[in-house]
């Protein structure tokens, strides 16, 4: 990917005079100034590892594959949060890993592990760098010197299990390579988060990560049947069977770990036939209240969809207002909801028909396939939208949480006042989008983009509001994270999250794991 912008280069466009027009009316924003630095241009820190220190590392991978490049140490310089790519625009000199290694397999992951902690050096685990809250920046912590562990080489589609329905795969496979070699074996994985294009497979089990589809095939860590892990202390294989009463399942502590207790170098996932067809339908509710039951009622009678979304007021007339995708006839008036059903055409069929039934019963209005398609279309393009409203001068950020059903209209107010409190009282008013992305029996999730004017100390003002809308979500009891991970940006509402005792817990797992404490530091764990 690029280094100051989602994505790669050819996915980044100007936003039309059109949505330039409704921009500068709706926020009063004019025209910003794109970041057009070469990479050859930006300044970095020098790098800190000794010649003993890199002669070490590289009597393990070997010379070509320890980078103190000035072009790989900057494209590793952290993650794709608003704040980094803020910090990107600044112009101070980044801070970045002093080198980046490319491991070949597991056992070099742990010999790397063993002389880091030895030398004192703190690692980060990277996979895709898709992380949005801060979760592969290269901190240092109490040491000298960070080293990045990219682990792209880790790409190898290990064993496959059609009996069983399970397939291994190397933890720096991308989403698209996975499913490519599975798709030879007539097989898919089904996860498509939104990062999908570049995120990896580890990163994936180290974040809990959430796809589109999770309504039909669950988050990746209801996929996860075995783990292989790297640590300082050596290596931990876990998961054998479908399920087990040996214990507390400690694939769990792995997973969600964030690179801080360990390095996911091999999962083994549950997979499925790849689809033989797919069926669409768009709905539209009259309000989010109405959608929010009716998606209620599909899931707790188990007519479940592959992929349930429902975006409120505000963001179906945004989108309609800033494409041209889903036209002025569609019939989407109030709140757009999306459905898809995969399967095979029976299923599909028979799962769809008694959706629709309950869906029509609950208050929806069906408008056809078209709706669903044309998000599906879409679906990877919005990230590069942020990037577009920086460059116009408008600050556009996401954030996520999650409660039970009884809880959500609470949790959508509090999060909304809290950013129009925050936000408005600077001067900058912010536009609040929410969309139900994710559904259970008992909850769901909520996703809301904010859109405001950027100040020119747009971190300090993003700042602000983040601390409002994280005290919000922990006063109505809701999670600080559904599926972006904890990282740095969320960690301090951790303790509110797990309490003192459960932080204590981690912390005491880290010391037996990591008594160093390279992984990751400043990280997850407070």
Same mark, same amino acid.
């Given at each position: 990917? =690029?280094?100051?912008?989602?994505?790669?280069?050819?996915?980044?466009?100007? #936003?039309?005079?059109?949505?330039?027009?409704?921009?500068?009316?709706?926020?009063?924003?004019?025209?910003? =100034?794109?970041?057009?630095?070469?990479?050859?241009?930006?300044?970095?820190?020098?790098?800190?590892?000794?010649?003993?220190?890199?002669?070490?590392?590289?009597?393990?991978?070997?010379?070509?594959?320890?980078?103190?490049?000035?072009?790989?140490?900057?494209?590793?310089?952290?993650?794709?949060?608003?704040?980094?790519?803020?910090?990107?625009?600044?112009?101070?000199?980044?801070?970045?890993?002093?080198?980046?290694?490319?491991?070949?397999?597991?056992?070099?992951?742990? $010999?790397?592990?063993?002389?880091?902690?030895?030398?004192?050096?703190?690692?980060?685990?990277?996979?895709?760098?898709?992380?949005? &809250?801060?979760?592969? *920046?290269?901190?240092?912590?109490?040491?000298?010197?960070?080293?990045? #562990?990219?682990?792209?080489?880790?790409?190898?589609? &290990?064993?496959?299990?059609?009996?069983?329905?399970?397939?291994?795969?190397?933890?720096?496979?991308?989403?698209?390579?996975?499913?490519?070699?599975?798709?030879?074996?007539?097989?898919?994985?089904?996860?498509?988060?939104?990062?999908?294009?570049?995120?990896?497979?580890?990163?994936?089990?180290?974040?809990?990560?959430?796809?589109?589809?999770?309504?039909?095939?669950?988050?990746?860590? *209801?996929?996860?049947?075995?783990?292989?892990?790297?640590?300082?202390?050596?290596?931990?294989?876990?998961?054998?069977?479908?399920?087990?009463?040996?214990?507390?399942?400690?694939? /769990?502590?792995?997973?969600?770990?964030?690179?801080?207790?360990?390095?996911?170098?091999?999962? !083994?996932?549950?997979?499925?036939?790849?689809?033989?067809?797919?069926?669409?339908?768009?709905?539209?509710?009259?309000?989010?209240?109405?959608?929010?039951?009716?998606?209620?009622?599909?899931?707790?009678?188990?007519?479940?969809?592959?992929?349930?979304?429902?975006?409120?007021?505000?963001? !179906?007339?945004?989108?309609? $207002?800033?494409?041209?995708?889903?036209?002025?006839?569609?019939?989407?008036?109030?709140?757009?909801?999306?459905?898809?059903?995969?399967?095979?055409?029976?299923?599909?069929?028979?799962?769809?028909?008694?959706?629709? $039934?309950?869906?029509?019963?609950?208050?929806?209005?069906?408008?056809?396939?078209?709706?669903?398609?044309?998000?599906?279309?879409?679906?990877?393009?919005?990230?590069?939208?942020?990037?577009?409203?920086?460059?116009?001068?408008?600050?556009?950020?996401?954030?996520?949480?999650?409660?039970?059903?009884?809880?959500?209209?609470?949790?959508?107010?509090?999060?909304?006042? $809290?950013?129009?409190?925050?936000?408005?009282?600077?001067?900058?008013?912010?536009?609040?989008?929410?969309?139900?992305?994710? !559904?259970?029996? !008992?909850?769901?999730?909520?996703?809301?983009?904010?859109?405001?004017?950027?100040? /020119?100390?747009?971190?300090?003002?993003?700042?602000?509001?983040?601390?409002?809308?994280? *005290?919000?979500?922990?006063?109505?009891?809701?999670?600080?994270?559904?599926?972006?991970?904890?990282?740095?940006?969320?960690?301090?509402?951790?303790?509110?999250?797990?309490?003192?005792?459960?932080?204590?817990?981690?912390?005491?797992?880290?010391?037996?794991?990591?008594?160093?404490?390279?992984?990751?530091?400043?990280?997850?764990?407070?």
């Amino acid at each position: 990917m =690029v280094w100051n912008a989602w994505g790669v280069e050819s996915g980044h466009k100007e #936003l039309s005079p059109e949505v330039k027009a409704l921009i500068s009316s709706a926020l009063g924003v004019s025209e910003g =100034v794109a970041d057009s630095r070469a990479v050859a241009d930006v300044a970095l820190r020098d790098s800190a590892l000794t010649d003993d220190q890199r002669s070490g590392l590289a009597g393990i991978v070997g010379d070509e594959f320890v980078s103190i490049a000035h072009e790989d140490r900057l494209i590793h310089a952290g993650g794709k949060s608003t704040f980094d790519l803020l910090r990107r625009r600044s112009g101070e000199p980044q801070a970045a890993p002093d080198a980046i290694l490319f491991p070949a397999d597991h056992d070099q992951v742990v $010999a790397l592990l063993a002389y880091c902690a030895e030398n004192a050096i703190a690692v980060v685990p990277f996979g895709g760098g898709t992380s949005v &809250v801060g979760g592969v *920046d290269p901190a240092r912590g109490d040491f000298a010197a960070v080293v990045t #562990l990219d682990l792209r080489r880790l790409d190898a589609l &290990v064993a496959v299990d059609s009996v069983s329905g399970l397939a291994t795969l190397g933890a720096g496979l991308t989403g698209p390579q996975a499913e490519a070699l599975l798709g030879e074996h007539g097989l898919s994985i089904g996860h498509f988060p939104q990062s999908f294009q570049f995120a990896s497979i580890g990163g994936y089990a180290a974040t809990r990560s959430s796809g589109q589809a999770s309504a039909g095939y669950g988050r990746f860590d *209801d996929m996860v049947h075995r783990l292989q892990i790297a640590t300082p202390r050596g290596t931990l294989d876990l998961g054998k069977a479908p399920a087990s009463a040996a214990g507390p399942d400690l694939r /769990e502590l792995f997973v969600g770990s964030e690179g801080t207790l360990g390095v996911i170098t091999a999962v !083994t996932v549950r997979v499925h036939p790849v689809p033989e067809t797919t069926g669409y339908q768009g709905w539209s509710f009259p309000n989010f209240e109405t959608g929010a039951a009716a998606l209620r009622s599909v899931i707790q009678t188990g007519a479940t969809p592959t992929v349930m979304r429902l975006s409120d007021e505000a963001e !179906t007339g945004v989108n309609l $207002a800033m494409s041209d995708r889903i036209g002025s006839d569609s019939g989407v008036s109030g709140c757009l909801a999306i459905t898809t059903f995969e399967g095979t055409p029976a299923h599909v069929e028979a799962r769809q028909a008694e959706a629709t $039934a309950i869906l029509l019963a609950a208050g929806g209005t069906a408008l056809g396939a078209e709706p669903a398609q044309q998000w599906e279309h879409g679906r990877f393009n919005a990230p590069y939208m942020r990037d577009a409203l920086l460059d116009a001068g408008v600050l556009c950020e996401t954030m996520e949480t999650a409660t039970v059903w009884s809880n959500l209209g609470a949790l959508r107010t509090a999060v909304t006042s $809290a950013l129009s409190d925050s936000l408005g009282g600077q001067g900058t008013p912010p536009l609040v989008l929410c969309h139900i992305s994710h !559904t259970y029996v !008992t909850g769901a999730s909520l996703y809301f983009t904010i859109i405001c004017a950027a100040k /020119e100390d747009a971190i300090a003002q993003w700042s602000i509001a983040k601390k409002a809308v994280g *005290d919000a979500i922990v006063s109505v009891d809701a999670t600080i994270t559904h599926h972006h991970a904890v990282g740095a940006d969320h960690r301090p509402w951790m303790t509110d999250e797990v309490g003192e005792l459960g932080v204590e817990v981690l912390r005491a797992v880290k010391a037996a794991i990591d008594p160093a404490g390279i992984l990751n530091p400043g990280k997850l764990i407070p």
